[in-house]
């Protein structure tokens, strides 16, 4: 009996935190228990900078940069199969364009079964729910959620999906939406909406939702074509909100009706 006991005490947790848009303010309490609690923290610089605040100097901390995501899961897998507890912590939440995937991805390329490793995803506020929140509603009804980075993803499969997004007339998320290098998929993304929607359907951006900096506009499709992305300094850290035919302004917020009668 206490062979066993100590055998399962040995056996490492490895935890995928989402730390939600701004860190701890926007976690929720098994996030902030898991990253206080952690003997090792695994993640990207800048998320790591976000919840410092909850890491002790007792805690060691394993940090990579931007792209290096295959690096920090296996960093974080290697670490825990010691027999530590790491947490890897990802922005957002962890299962939408985020870590979760690839860590389970990776455990099953190298045949790790959970007898060899606890495995604990803990979820957060993710991008597109805080910006919803700050243009008021338009996420209420069915929506489609797509990014236009072509780094993992071909852009003739991404814009596939704006098609079919656009046609079906779900409200459209669209994730990082621009970069310094990659100009063009954004114009070209609103080019095949506008096929299907009118010029004066709603447009939310919001640049670093509820963090230091933030910035969120409404305007229209139409105008958001004729001015341009620089106008509303649209870059990595921004999401693009497109209604649906049903969407409207009001007030300076956007609102989808779900179809109740009003």
């Known amino acids: 009996m206490t062979a ?38 695994c993640g990207y610089k800048t998320y790591l900078k976000l919840v410092e605040d909850l890491i002790g100097p007792h805690q060691e901390t394993v940090q990579t940069g931007m792209t290096r995501e295959k690096e920090r899961c296996q960093r974080a897998i290697d670490l825990a199969l010691t027999g530590k507890n790491v947490v890897l912590i990802c922005s957002g939440d962890p299962g939408i364009y985020a870590l979760s995937g690839l860590v389970f991805e ?11 490793l606890l495995v ?18 338009p996420l209420v009804h069915d929506f489609s959620v797509i990014s236009l980075s072509d780094l993992l993803t071909p852009w003739k499969l991404i814009e596939k999906r704006l098609w079919a997004a656009a046609e079906a007339d779900f409200v459209i998320v ?16 609103l080019e095949i909406v506008a096929e299907h929607r009118k010029d004066d359907t709603p447009v939310g951006i919001v640049t670093k939702a509820m963090r230091q900096g933030q910035e969120v506009h409404v305007t229209t499709l ?34 989808t009706p779900r179809g109740y009668e009003v």
């Open 4 to 41: 066993k006991g100590d055998k399962e005490q040995k056996k490492g947790t490895l935890k995928v935190v989402g730390i939600g848009p701004a860190g701890r303010q926007w976690m929720c309490p098994p996030a902030i228990e898991a990253i206080s609690n952690a003997q090792i923290v």
């Open 174 to 189: 669209l994730y990082n939406p621009r970069s310094k290098k990659r100009t063009d998929h954004l114009p070209r993304a």
């Open 222 to 255: 139409e105008n958001l074509r004729k001015k341009g992305p620089d106008t509303w300094n649209i870059g990595m850290q921004s999401l693009v909100i497109i209604g649906n035919s049903k969407s409207f302004i009001w007030n300076k917020k956007i609102i």
């Open 106 to 116: 990776l455990l099953k390329k190298r045949g790790i079964s959970d007898n060899e």
């Open 120 to 137: 604990d995803v803990i979820p957060g506020i993710p991008a597109l729910s805080a910006c919803s929140a700050l243009l008021g509603a």
